[in-house]
């Protein structure tokens, strides 16, 4: 089976972007909606507009003959969710647009023609969408830690903190910025070739 | 590009049409249309050859030499490399 063009590996490829295209914007729609749900959750709770039938008297949720703070329902408290919400966003929010340069990307590979200045331009956007996603991800990291220390008197003392590096992310970023160059330089020389008279 | 193609120029004391040069030339239309009208980023030796043989001209009649702003400029960088 031929890499490109027609009924080719890239047009398979293509169908399951565009599965995942989906995907992506369902998450997109959940986690849009549990910031929501969970921002008039703790606006309803802070301002006590939630109805005594459904707290008991001391601001607590009853669950399964528990008492359970609305601050601390399961140890997930507004420090680790309100982070967790951004680092989901920007997850979810890279990859849109990861998967839609990469569909455009696969358009133009079904149609049999890799080199052009439109796909070099994809490839350095995805390199830097994902760079943007892993600097983020650290910076939100560093976030909750910084939250959560300031939230939580215990937390300062017993937190156990650790940097991963995430070698095979940097490794597809740095891949990614040698192919754009590729592609930049094929385009180059395809356009030559075509005006080469 | 400093280079300028005049091969309009040409045409027009040979009397003869684009598409006639391009049957005679065995080039298509729309690639002597780009060299016509500037937008060729290089011209074969074999493309330089048939225009030559149909237009009875040597190849400084198709082609010349217009120094532009940008070569002003890498004259300029090339001196203060010296």
Redesign the interface.
Known sequence: MKALGRDSVASIVRIGLNVVWGVLWFLAICLGLAAVCYGAFLILSATGAIGSDVLTGDNHLRINGENVGFGDIAGYTWPVLVPAFLIGAVAIGGSLMIVWRLRRLFDSFSSGEPFRKENANHLRAIWMTMLGIEISRYVLLGLTGVLMAATHSTFAESADFEVRIDFSTWGSILILIVLAEVFREGARLK??QE??? | MAIRVTLDRILLDRRMSLTDLSDKVG?TLA??S??KTG??????FS?LNALCRVLECQPGEILSYEPSADDALEEAGDQAAE
Not at chain 2, 39 to 44: E, L
């Open positions: 356009e030559e005006l080469t008279i | 080039v690639n002597l780009i060299l937008k060729a980023k290089a011209i074969r493309t």
